[in-house]
């Protein structure tokens, strides 16, 4: 079975501050992960994957994630945070199981002025 | 760009009713999903699907049914609506071509049972 825990629900952080969201996951098999955000009143949007290849994923509006495979972590960082990334962020993740994905339960980051 | 389209941003339903949630993406996608999203528990998978006509159970189905007579298209069913099914739900897609492809989202539909 597979599954993802993110241990901050909420995390608050001054504007042009880094960031770092935290994913840990479980799985027996290869794993396949994905960061989404979520902005106010919207759907889930991707952010960045990790397939296989180069450990650090670069994605869109400036992020990255690390993949840690000893670890198993795949922990989503910004260097410098806007006010725009105040939104919820889900990792998730897949396996060889067929399509369905595993979500975390959400980290939510509030960008302070 | 795939665009997933969920028919209801709002909804308003009174216990007791037959609800009908519908979903359409336009990318010719083989896999669609329906999730549940509440506060402090992430997305929890009701159903999905992998082809027209077959449907397979998620995590919380009960209560639930889904439909899906059209490619495109992805109904989710609330038999009798009941207030603890309260929720924002959420619409996917993906194609077929591996456990690798991301899942392509719509905005969501805020359903309220009073």
């Known amino acids: 079975a597979q599954s993802v825990t993110q241990l901050d629900s909420q995390v608050p952080v001054f504007e042009e501050a880094p960031v770092e969201l935290r994913c840990n996951y479980s799985s027996s098999v290869s794993v396949y992960l994905f960061w989404y955000v979520q902005y106010p009143n919207q759907g889930l949007q991707l952010l960045l994957k990790?397939?296989?290849?180069?450990?650090l994923v670069k994605g869109i509006n400036g992020f990255e994630a690390e993949f840690n495979k000893s670890q198993t972590s795949f922990h989503l960082r910004k260097p410098s945070v806007h006010i725009s990334d105040t939104a919820e962020y889900f990792c998730a993740v897949s396996g060889n199981t067929g399509n369905q994905f595993y979500f975390g339960t959400g980290t939510s980051l509030t960008v302070i002025p | 760009d795939v665009k997933v389209t969920q028919s209801s941003r709002y909804l308003v339903k009174r216990t007791g009713e037959k609800v009908f949630l519908e979903c359409v993406q336009d990318m010719d996608h083989e896999n669609m999903f329906w999730y549940r999203q509440d506060p402090g528990l992430g997305l929890r998978l009701i159903y999905f699907s992998y082809d027209v006509k077959m449907k397979e159970k998620g995590d919380i189905p009960e209560g639930y049914s889904v439909s899906r007579e059209k490619k495109e298209r992805f109904s989710l069913i609330l038999e009798s609506a009941s207030t603890n099914q309260t929720s924002m739900y959420l619409c996917?897609?993906?194609?077929?071509?591996?456990?690798?492809?991301?899942?392509?989202f719509g905005d969501g539909t805020r359903l309220s049972i009073l």
């Open positions: 990790y397939l296989s290849g180069s450990t």
């Open positions: 996917a897609s993906s194609s077929p071509t591996g456990s690798y492809q991301p899942q392509h």
